[in-house]
């Protein structure tokens, strides 16, 4: 890379479970919301960009160019050019990862890379026959042709479509595959209870201890994660039901992360251009990768960062314990201890191609702050949470310090980065 | 001015139809109290659905239109009083100036007080403005002035000529294209019954060949392409040439002036204006 | 609106009120406008200070017409916007005579928002100087009661070595409409040796031009406003509240172009964390408005440990802890040599207020630290001063009842509220650079309120 890519900071509105807080709110409405907040933390109101990159992947079919849209919303100057990513779940980190590219080529010196998901503004699709049918009826010819073509719609065609939240390939939910992950690496019901409770606590402290304060900006009255329970035990997690995985599952509401609502940002520069705009530095962009499995052919959905991981370590000479903190998106609490062992799993690291097994993690070092589970999961949003978190805390850490990010993805896919504080 | 203070908004229903029922061409009486209602708290879904029919984006803080939109039951209920034999019906809505003094947010809670007067001879009747003031405890927040030309009504004396704001045709920057189930939904959000805007019966009875679009809508739209750019306290003034007839094409310019913009809504080609409008930050 | 409310408002009230002698309150003339009509500038004992501090500002004065003796006073043919004594150099009481020839005739002729401008030595010298420079206090309280239609009167002292260029912001501040709830105060100016009044500061227009402050409380009410004038004048704003105001605050940030910091001022590193923000900025700090700020009433009788420490706490032992911090010479980002210090107290803290004596302790504390800090920093050149802001409209006062506020708002000079602005305006003045010479002074920003000295 020819210019050190760098973390100033970020800014997130809270993030609260799918209709409730923030219902009426568009993913326009909240980005425009935490890329203002971030404006103004580091007094950037007029100021032109190079670029922001950011996305949703629930998106309206209008919302084609939404970030270059809530740009235009926002304080920054409109002469700002924004672009529009998706790669599901890992969106914020994607995004962040083009800005950082772009910065370290010398194509871009600034940038913010973002992500927002509102489960409560979801589009409602038509389903695909009604939209042939509407199709073929405005490409008719006469007022006649056009009346015998929409005769032809059924009440069924009328049904909404909701967003899909399956795979596509499988017909499984993200659930449903984590479900089959869950057994096959004989995840139990304490491990992901444990996790979930921890996340919660650690939040909570986090929020008690002004971690936030200058990572988060309130939002329609909002001031903190709404879907956070500081008082979450593993008694009051005993007691839920199974979500998945059958009657006898493991998984439940409590250690699964909830549609969510919310969008969050985080600015990004070369070290000369924070340098030379006294912008302050947390941490720097080292290194990323991003990986997929093949979950059509029977692999583990949810895994595919173990696989990205092994070769990012292998290509930056790193070992599991190089790093101070490590994020793994909680996607389900089931998903990171199922990445864990399979960092220890010699057969199965081999078997993506590794040398050998990634390694063991101290558990102390791990989401330390809260995670997904806690905090919530707006998807294309939690990337650009965890980048300035992370990156704040081991600029407390001192120099040197680094870590890793590991997110999953739909369709298979996962991303990792490192930061190292500088 | 006496004062009439209601302890809730008035359902639009049977004052809007007394405020609807056309009146002969009498002498212009006007009622002489302002009407006050206190402790009025801003419904978010309602705000977030305003927001989302006139284009601008949801935050702590509202559209200075918004307030225009919480006064206007109140001058409907002003205007079906006896006292009045102005009706809207019929009546035009012609200019309109508000002035937003500070940032209002929408967890305010507020005190609306509207009235009726000014009315003056115009060549093609009389005009008269509905003022109104929104209020966070005793501060002033918000001013408005709406001018309706009511073709009905007779003022002694030599009709004024009205100001009208300066226009230049021009190329637009922008065309906005409006369906014409937005009449209707402006209506839901703005508590704007009047038929003339979503029933294509009434607007011809009216002389317009399909319904036409609030103006209040077309100046919450100009207000909210101007979004970023806005100063934090600025008075906006508008000027109806022409209304928008649904569904319709039509071109949005703006110019930056020394204190603020000047904006026109026009037909496609920019030739001929629907609406002017200028924006000037005030000081506080 | 409660009922009593609604009345007082109503035609009926309002005649009813205006035979109360509660008429409409004048109109102030605000932000930088001079007065209208022409300055009259008077200077018995041939002081030439003030002539030279006008003629700085360009500003051109008349002689006053005087009232040599009659029943009937002489009068001015037109209004007059302003009258400036200079009065230094007064040595005997019967000079006071002077003072009454000049103020008689321009009673009756000063404008609506016009201004007395009373400009006195420092006391020192001898017994009678020293009673004569008290008369001038009383010659202007007295005035300021005296004037109608929103004029008001203020005395400036000088220290012996004062020069025009130390009096110019002062006079500036006096004569604009700046300083429109400013009324019958009076504080010192002292010499602060600069050389020429435009080496200092940006220009007369935004004297604070390319200066970092700290506003903390700044997300809404006086804070907010003190931001924005602040920022009118030239200033990069920090704008500093807790977490929870967050997106207001974000809000101010970006309208002014400043930079929102999300921060509980109570917490241990918080001067730390201020500092560290202008230090990662690259720039360094010219002056910290202490403007965050509670209330927890309660009669003592029934008042806790915890209303009581949070109040001392948030509204005194905050800003010397920041202080601290921020004047130590090792502190990346702290004050900088000429930096200041601005604090907000209150008329309570002079005149104490049932239900609220740690209020009370917290605000005429904050009067005990401007005093106490102003000689110890003087070396450094920095100033630390405080407003004690009276009866000020905000969403704060609105929720005061209605007859309770009525009263409050009325019961000083200017018979209404002030602004947020009038606040703003009058910290402003302290922050120029030009104000050197302005320092450990305390200037209600009240109207003249009753309560208290």
Redesign the interface.
Known sequence: MNHDVVVVGGNRVPFTKGGTHY????N??LL??AI??L?????L??TRLDEVAGGAVLKHANDFNLTREVV????LA?ETPAVDLQQACATGLETTMYIANKIALGQARVGIAAGVDSTSDAPIAVSDSLRRILHAASGARTAKDRIGILAKIRPSHLAPVPPRVSEPRTGLTMGEHQAITTKRWGVTREQQDEIAVASHRNLARAWDE?F???L??????L?RDGIMRPDSSMEKLAKLKPAFGGPEGTMTAGNSTALSDGAAAVLLASAEYAEEN???VLARVVDAEVAAVDHPGGSDLLMAPVGATGRLLARQGLTVDDFALVEIHEAFAATVVATLKAWEDADYCRSLGLDGPIGTLDTSRLNVNGSSLATGHPFAATGARIVPSLAKMLAARGPGSKGLISVCAAGGQGVVAILEAV | MAQVVLSEIPPLGAAFARAMVPTRGAAVRLPEHSIVISRVDQD??R???YN?VCGF????HVAPTWLHVLTFPLHIHLLGDKASSIRLMGAVHVSNAMTLHRPVR??ETLTLEVGVGNPRAHAKGALIDLVGQVRVGDEPVWDGVSTYLSSSAKVAGEPQPVERLPFEPGQPQALWRLPSDLGRRYRDVSGDPNLIHTNRLAAKAFGFQRPIIHGMWTHARALAAL???LPDAYTATVGFAKPVLLPGTVGFAAAPTERGFSTAVTNRDGSKPHMLMTVEAVGR | MKVIEKAYYSPVGKKVAAKAGLSEPPRLRRGRDYPRGPVVLAAPAGSTLVAEALELLGRTSESPVLDTGGDKAPGYGDRIGAVVLDATGLTDLTQLEELRQVLRPAMRAIEGSGRVIIVGSSPEGDWERLALTQALDGINRTVAKELRKGATSNLVYVDPDVTAVDLLPTLAFLLEGRSAFVDGQAWTVRAAGLEEADTVGGPAERPLAGLTIAVTGAARGIGEAIARTLARDGA?II?IDI?????A???V????????????IT?PDAGERIA??VA????SLHGIVHNAGVTRDKMLANLDQKKWAQVLDINLAAQLRINKVLLDPATQGGLVDGGRIVGVSSMVGFGGNAGQTNYAASKAGVIGLVRAMAPDLAARGITINAVAPGFIETEMTQLIPFVKREVMRRTNSLDQGGKPVDVAETIGYFLDPRAAGVTGQVIRVCGQNLMGQ
């Open positions: 219902a009426e709110a568009s326009h409405d425009t919301a203002d907040g404006v103004a933390r580091y007094g109101a007029g235009l919303s926002s304080a409109p002004g936030f304060d200058d988060v900006t309130p939002y329609l009255s001031a006294h912008l302050p | 978010p879904v705000l977030a659905a989302r984006t949801l935050r702590d929408f967890d979004e970023g750019r | 990069e704008a977490p929870p105001a967050g997106e605050l974000a809000n940030a970006n309208d002014i172009g400043g930079v929102a910091l999300q921060l509980d917490a560290a923000l990662g900025r690259g720039g």
